[in-house]
């Protein structure tokens, strides 16, 4: 299984199936952590929608910065 800076860097050359694998891996957890902080599902959807629409656009200036 490659690590998420591995995925992000396979990304950014191209490979859509890596982005899939690295929203597939923290879909569930970005969304727990917004349903908890903010006690609202829908509010929790769509933020967790926002962090992965982001991370696809922004994805050109993802620079690995540690381990």
């Known amino acids: 299984m490659k690590t998420d800076a591995e995925l992000m860097l ?3 050359q191209g490979d ?3 982005f899939e694998q690295i929203v ?7 969304f727990n952590f917004f349903l908890r902080l903010l006690e609202d599902r ?3 959807e ?5 962090v992965f ?11 690995q ?3």
Request: cysteine-free; overall charge negative; glycine content about 6%.
């Open 10 to 12: 396979d990304f950014q």
């Open 53 to 63: 629409f982001r991370l696809f656009v922004h994805a050109g200036s993802y620079q």
């Open 42 to 44: 829908e509010a929790a």
């Open 16 to 18: 859509r199936e890596a």
């Open 65 to 67: 910065m540690a381990k």
């Open 24 to 30: 597939l891996q923290h879909q569930v957890g970005v």
């Open 46 to 50: 769509d933020l967790t929608q926002e």
